[in-house]
Structure formats: structure tokens, C-alpha cells
Nanobody
Framework: QVQLAESGGGSVQAGGSLRLSCVAS????????MAWFRQAPGRVREGIAA????????KYADSVKGRFTISRDNAKSTLYLQMNNMRPDDTAIYYC???????????????????WGQGTQVTVSS
């Protein structure tokens, strides 16, 4: 059974940091591109960071570049998102996704992922 489980969300003041984790089942994690998305109320789901499976190459949305870092621990089948210098407009539900099915060079499109976690709320206050 494929499973993705996020944790680490919460509330933080502007300028603060949080680290999100996503523990994945083997089927979801192995040899798969994995990514983080977020969705704020009334807005479309936004791809913010992705990581490739073998060389750990990464891609970021401009909105988080230089502030957020995606990483993966293959021994633990876990995906991470380190978020620093956070801003109120980072407030959203954050989702991890696995298994990019197409558009390998453009890994921040939500329709291209097969598996999703349930999401974790992140709130940044000013």
C-alpha cells in the first residue's frame, strides 16, 4: 500500500523556521521524483520544490528559492523541507507528492504526480 505521511507543520512568526518531513512507503519512495506542494485558501496548488532520485538534483519555485531546501534520506525513505526566513505568504497546507509520471524536466506541476500525502498546516504570523 502506497503511503505518504507529512509531519512538522505548525505556527511560526515571520523570520522563523520549520522543517517538514514526509515518510514514504517503499513503493512511493523508490526511484521516484518527490516534491513539496502547498495550497493557500482560495488559491491553486503550487509546486515549490522537487528532488530527483539518484543524483538528488533539485528544482525550486522562485517564491521559495534561497529560503527553502528540499532533501531526502534514502535510508529512512523520508523527504524533508527545511523552511527558513519564513513569511506570512508562506501560510498554506503543505503536501508531499511522489512518482512524477511525465514532464521529467518540469517537476513542479501537481497533475503529474501519482501519490499524495494528506497535508500539514503551516501558519506564519507577522
Amino acid at each position: 500500500q502506497v503511503q505518504l505521511a507529512e509531519s512538522g507543520g505548525g505556527s511560526v512568526q515571520a523570520g522563523g523556521s520549520l522543517r517538514l518531513s514526509c515518510v514514504a512507503s517503499r513503493d512511493a519512495y523508490n526511484s521516484n521524483v518527490m516534491a513539496w506542494f502547498r495550497q493557500a485558501p482560495g488559491r491553486v496548488r503550487e509546486g515549490i520544490a522537487a528532488i530527483y532520485p539518484t543524483v538528488s538534483s533539485t528544482k525550486y519555485a522562485d517564491s521559495v528559492k534561497g529560503r527553502f531546501t528540499i532533501s531526502r534520506d534514502n535510508a529512512k525513505s523520508t523527504l524533508y523541507l527545511q523552511m527558513n526566513n519564513m513569511r506570512p505568504d508562506d501560510t498554506a497546507i503543505y503536501y508531499c507528492a511522489a512518482d512524477l509520471t511525465r514532464n521529467w524536466a518540469r517537476p513542479l506541476r501537481p497533475d503529474d504526480y501519482k501519490y499524495w500525502g494528506q497535508g500539514t498546516q503551516v501558519t506564519v504570523s507577522s
